[in-house]
């Protein structure tokens, strides 16, 4: 058993060593960070609102968090906005579905005593519904495509791009950079407003308050809306924000032995075995609950990535088999709820069949990865 344990370990860092490919990373990385600072700045020249509450570019995704296991050419990035202090913003959960919330100015009333309120007035405009005060996801986003589309006009990019175009999907912006070498990089801006601790919303995970260091401990809200028949009738569906906690993600994963590399090799093993339903986040989901589960008791150490791998196939399977996967802030979102039954039969019985081989003969993870 030991010989067993060795090899599935060795095979294991031969698939991350050759499976795991990043062509043109360095390239890529640098023509998106030549480029899109110009971009910004050429929104900024073409609307003075969106410089106004423009703050920075939060990097993230599987390429910045460290976890693609594909080519570099898709990228997922946050703008983070900000309003002036003197617009109090209200976060809500009450009337939305979990992970969900509204955010609604505190006081309007209280804006026009302002000496900047003609630029308040602008942002009311903009983003929030007259009658009900609240900010409005589908206003922000069809006013960022506004503004990308003047920007872009009279844009000029590095001499590496050929050209760049844009679609809408979603609460993204998505921006296409095709280089002068034929490469394509896919691009997401997803509008976010970022607040800080000890601000921290109603309902989300509380243990995070305390294990997690303060400057970790920021969370956005996003412009994804939720699906339609998840919303009560007390529930105004174009009212929804969806909660994004990204600096404790980064802290669960940070520096953690083979947690990175396990999630690689899940991936690898979906895209392989084509279960298009698990997306990347809820493989990262199944392993971040096994970070926090202080009962799991897992060694992280590299040298234990074989028998944690195992584990980590067991854990999915689990989650599969009860077609139910919490999200890790909110447990009362189920981020599978969409798997069917036959879907989930076919997943868990496959995963039987390929932790029974490898467990039986680790030469066989060659075959599933």
Known sequence: MAKNDKMLLTNLKEILRTEVKLTGERENVRILETNLPLLIKQMELVSPLFKAVYQRIYYTGSYYDGLRVKNATEFDLNLVLAFPKNMDLEIRTTNSPPSFCTCKLKNKESLRKQQNFEFIGKLLREFFDERTDFFLPDKIRRWLQGVFDSALLSFEPSG??????????????????????????????????????????????????????????????????????????????????????????????????????????????????????????????????????????????????????????????????????????????????????????????????????????????????
């Not at 800080?196 to 308050?209: I, L, N, V």
């Not at 590399?261 to 279960?275: H, V």
């Not at 989650?319 to 036959?342: A, D, R």
């Open 160 to 369: 590496d791009v050929k050209e760049i175009r844009k679609s809408s999907s979603g609460p993204a912006l998505t921006i296409y950079i095709k280089t002068t070498t034929g490469t394509q990089l896919d691009v997401d801006l997803v509008p976010v407003l970022e607040f800080k601790y000890p601000a921290w919303p109603d309902g989300a995970r509380k243990s995070f308050k305390t294990s997690i260091p303060d400057d970790q401990k920021y969370w956005f809200i996003v412009p994804k809306p939720p699906q339609a028949n998840s919303c009560k009738s007390c529930q105004n569906y174009s009212y929804q924000w969806r909660f994004h906690f990204p600096g404790v993600e980064r802290h669960l994963l940070h520096n953690k032995g083979c947690v990175k590399p396990i999630i690689k090799l899940l991936k690898l093993l979906r895209d392989k075995q084509d279960w298009r339903i698990l997306a990347s986040y809820y493989l990262k989901t199944v392993v971040m609950h096994a970070v926090i589960k202080p009962t799991d008791q897992i060694d992280w150490n590299e040298s234990k990535m074989d028998k944690t791998f195992i584990r980590m196939l067991k854990h999915l399977q689990a989650y599969v088999q009860n077609k139910c996967l919490p999200y890790l802030f909110y447990e009362k979102c189920n981020l599978i709820s969409k798997m069917g039954n036959q879907q989930a039969e076919n997943i868990d019985r496959r995963l039987s069949r390929i932790i029974q081989d490898i467990e039986n003969d680790p030469q066989k993870v060659f075959v599933y990865m």
